[in-house]
């Protein structure tokens, strides 16, 4: 899809927590233990600006079942946007993170083969490098730290398939809570000890 030069510039934190084990075999083109995932994937701006709006500070974070390998889409999905920001600024993240402003955002949103609601709802995330948590009320709650090495870095997985910026280091992790409240769409879950990974995104479009 097409979109003119200049829409939007965002970057910020990529992170994906899911059922699989760590580290999780989605990031590399593998198909997800045991066949199919439950995920939370979040999209968290530090800055940027879509059609002139500015969106730094904004999350919009997808709970999705995956249905086999990540790549291959089908997900079925909620969206929850940020009740932080305002209206324009949710329907301009609405507009991006689905696909309708063309570019690379497009190609992930594709992976999504049905929205199954878009709600909105204060959106709290406090990570970096692998370590904190995000929240949203009573719907959804995760915990990670990192893993480190024996120099006490934080681990981190290079040159994956599943990553936005080519090269950037993901923070490998585990969560020690991961906690989905969503029975109407049949996703309802509680994990402990499992994967979450956080990167970095920079899209322009």
Known sequence: MATATGTYTVEGQLLEVCSCGTLCPCWVGEDPDGGTCDTIISWHVEQGHIKGIDVAGLTLVTIAHIPGNILQGNWRAVLYLDGN????????????????????????????????????????????????????????????EPFKGPDGQATTLNNSVFTTIPGAPAYVAKATVNRVNLPEFNMKWEFTGRNAIQGQFRFEG
Do not use: C, W
């Open 85 to 144: 920001g305002t209206q324009e600024q949710r329907d301009a993240m609405l507009e991006l993170f689905t696909g309708k402003l063309g570019g690379a955002v497009a190609d992930l949103a594709a992976l999504i083969g049905e929205v199954l609601d878009v709600r909105v709802a204060p959106i709290e995330y406090n990570l970096q490098e692998g370590r904190g948590h995000i929240a949203i009320n009573s719907v959804l709650a995760s915990e990670m």
